[in-house]
């Protein structure tokens, strides 16, 4: 799976970076909930878990900085047990996993792409939680919105994607 399989070498990176991306399809008749918020929407995003693509990307990028694996095997959306899970217990207990490996995270920048609703409103309240699920100190955590400018799925309302990176260090 990574190349530290039985341990981290000795000369490991002492600062790591990883990225993440994720995406998913806006649907009717689902909560939409992004960076552990439920942000008031007519349309939610579709997934097995709770589709919370600002928690799964940053869990992503957390992970690959360690080289820990990723989300999807940690947490494999054919298993019952992630049904409807909630996502930021997902990103609590990766980055646990991580901290287990000798790494810590200690900051991440995420850009959610979507069209509707305007991600800026809710980032105070997305950069508290994230930051009580993977101990990064608010003031190292940073989340911005785009538009897609109307181009391609995301343009046409039909998903949303978010990018992440994040930065672990060695104790
Ligand atoms: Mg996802």
Redesign the pocket.
């Known amino acids: 799976m990574t190349g530290e399989e039985g341990g981290p070498p000795a000369n490991r990176p002492a600062i790591r970076v990883g990225i993440g991306y994720?995406s998913?399809r806006l649907v009717p008749g689902r909560l939409l909930i992004l960076g552990g918020q439920r942000i008031p929407s007519d349309l939610g995003l579709e997934?097995h878990?709770d589709?919370d693509?600002v928690a799964?990307a940053l869990t992503d990028a957390i992970l690959g900085a360690a080289g820990s694996g990723d989300?999807g095997k940690l947490f494999p959306d054919s298993h019952p047990q992630w049904k409807d899970a909630d996502s930021i217990g997902l990103l609590r207990t990766a980055c646990e996993i991580v901290r287990g490996r000798g790494f810590r995270p200690v900051q991440a920048d995420v850009t959610v792409i979507a069209e509707q609703p305007r991600i800026g409103p809710h980032a105070p309240a997305m950069i508290a939680t994230l930051s009580a699920a993977t101990g990064i100190d608010p003031s190292a955590l940073s989340i911005k919105g785009k538009t897609n400018e109307g181009m391609g799925f995301i343009g046409r309302g039909e998903g949303v994607a978010v990018i992440a990176v994040a930065t672990v260090e060695a104790f």
């Open positions: 994720d998913h997934g878990s589709a693509a799964h989300i």
